[in-house]
C-alpha cells in the first residue's frame, strides 16, 4: 500500500478507486468493522499510510479513513449539518463523503480542488474565484499542510465563509510539537515524506495551529470526539485519535 501511494498521482488513485470499488466491497463483507458513513460491515479493515503503516485504517468499500468516519459520527451526533438546508463549499472533496453529499437535495453543495476530478470548480485554494459570505459550512481536511502560502488559504476560506458560518479543517496535527515546523528548502519528494510524513507535504502543525486559524479572524473550538465514544465504538468504527477543528467566522 505505502509504495502504491508514493508513486500513483492521487487523481489517478481516485479513478481507480471509483472503477474496483464495487468489487472489493463484495470481497471484504464481513461484520467484524462497520463504516457509519453509509453502515456498510466488514471482515476487515485495510492498512494505510505513506510512512508509518496504520492497522485497520481503510475501509475497502467506501475507501474512509479513521478521520473520515470519526467526522462523520461527529456531524451525525453533535450537529444540525447533515438535516440543515444550507449552503455547503467542499475543499479536496474526500470520495466517501462526495458520493454522499451530493445525494443532498437540501444542500447547496460545490466542490473545489485544483486536480481532483471530483471538483466542480478547478480552483486554487488561495484564490477561490466565489464571492465573499457564500457559504454557510466549508470543509477542509487535511488540505492546509499541503499549501506553501497556508495562511492566504486561511483567509480566503474566511473571506468566503459567512458570518456565523463554520469552517471544519482537519489537519495531520502532532500534539507533542507546540508550533508548526516547515522548511521551505526541503524539495524532493523523499525528503518531504521522511521529514513531513508525505511527499506533497510541507509542515507538520504543532499545537498552535488552532491559534493560527484565530490569526485570520476564526474562533476555534478544538473537540477531542473520541473521547465522547466508548471502546466498542472505536474498535467497530476502525478510529484513531485527532482533533477536528471547528472554526467559527464571527
Not at 471484504?28 to 462497520?34: A, E, L, M, P, Y
Request: aromatic content about 14%.
Amino acid at each position: 500500500m505505502k509504495w502504491l501511494l508514493n508513486l500513483i498521482p492521487r487523481p489517478w488513485l481516485i479513478r481507480f478507486s471509483i472503477l474496483f470499488q464495487p468489487i472489493i466491497r463484495w470481497y471484504f463483507k464481513g461484520n467484524r468493522f462497520t463504516d457509519p458513513i453509509d453502515g456498510s460491515s466488514y471482515r476487515k479493515f485495510l492498512p494505510y499510510g505513506y510512512q508509518k503503516i496504520r492497522e485497520n485504517a481503510l475501509c475497502p468499500g467506501t475507501l474512509s479513513l479513521e478521520r473520515h468516519r470519526l467526522l462523520w459520527l461527529y456531524l451525525d451526533r453533535e450537529t444540525s449539518f447533515l438535516s440543515d438546508s444550507i449552503k455547503v463549499l467542499h475543499v479536496a472533496p474526500e470520495q466517501v463523503f462526495y458520493q454522499k453529499f451530493k445525494a443532498f437535495s437540501h444542500w447547496k453543495y460545490t466542490t473545489t480542488d485544483l486536480h481532483s476530478p471530483l471538483a466542480d470548480v478547478k480552483a486554487d485554494i488561495c484564490a477561490l474565484p466565489f464571492e465573499d459570505n457564500s457559504y454557510d459550512l466549508i470543509l477542509c481536511n487535511h488540505v492546509l499542510e499541503h499549501i506553501p502560502n497556508d495562511r492566504k488559504a486561511m483567509s480566503e476560506l474566511y473571506r468566503v465563509l459567512k458570518k456565523e458560518g463554520t469552517l471544519i479543517a482537519q489537519v495531520p496535527l502532532d500534539e507533542n510539537r507546540t508550533t508548526t515546523f516547515e522548511d521551505n528548502s526541503i524539495t524532493d519528494s523523499r525528503e518531504r515524506s521522511k521529514i513531513f510524513g508525505q511527499y506533497d507535504h510541507v509542515r507538520i502543525y504543532g499545537k498552535d495551529y488552532f491559534n493560527l486559524l484565530g490569526t485570520v479572524g476564526f474562533l476555534v473550538k478544538e473537540v477531542d470526539y473520541t473521547n465522547q465514544l466508548n471502546e466498542r465504538e472505536i474498535e467497530k468504527y476502525g478510529l484513531k485519535r485527532e482533533l477536528i477543528p471547528v472554526a467559527k467566522k464571527p
